[in-house]
């Protein structure tokens, strides 16, 4: 009897010391839309950098990016937001190519804007922006690409974008 209750006690033990936690990412390649859902209010899904997912609306906290997508305007247009009240985008720059925007991104190693807007505005593919949060964390993201259209009658908006947080709140983004 003594055996038996020192091999459980040993399978146990060897059980719950293979708990693993696998760290937060601070960087890859996520897609974000526009869609609008219910239960007891309405909200939509944004993305979070610092816990590296998708986040609804009506969390807290909520997510550091959404998208926003205007196809009725005269140039409809998309535009990452944010809730933190503050100009929180600056963009590196349009390129011609994914292979020029990838170059751009990879090279961004420092962050040094001084002109700061409130959106992400316009959203297009093979741009660089850099995203500051409401506790100046830092994060580089390159646009993969975006889709702008109606849907079912409905505005739909969607980014994919990569990306890459600076969790320290350092203005060097980590090399790879």
Do not use: H
Request: aromatic share 14%.
């Amino acid at each position: 009897m003594k055996r038996i209750v020192f091999i459980l006690l040993v399978i146990i033990s060897i059980l719950s010391g293979c708990t693993k936690t696998e760290p937060t990412r601070t960087s890859g390649i996520d897609t974000i839309d526009n869609i609008t859902y219910f239960s007891t209010t309405y909200y939509n899904y944004g993305f979070s950098f610092s816990g590296a997912k998708l986040v609804a609306t009506t969390t807290t906290p909520g997510p550091d990016i959404t998208i926003y997508a205007n196809v009725e305007d005269v140039t409809p247009r998309l535009t990452l937001q944010t809730n933190n009240l503050n100009p929180s985008f600056f963009k590196l720059g349009d390129y011609a190519d994914a292979t020029t925007a990838q170059a751009a991104f990879d090279g961004l190693k420092t962050v040094s804007a001084t002109q700061w807007q409130y959106m992400a505005d316009p959203l297009n593919a093979n741009q660089v922006w850099i995203y500051k949060s409401g506790n100046n964390n830092y994060t580089k993201i390159r646009i993969v690409s975006t889709i702008n259209e109606t849907r079912q009658s409905v505005p739909y908006g969607e980014c994919t974008f990569q990306w890459i947080y600076q969790p320290d709140g350092s203005t060097t983004f980590p090399g790879k």
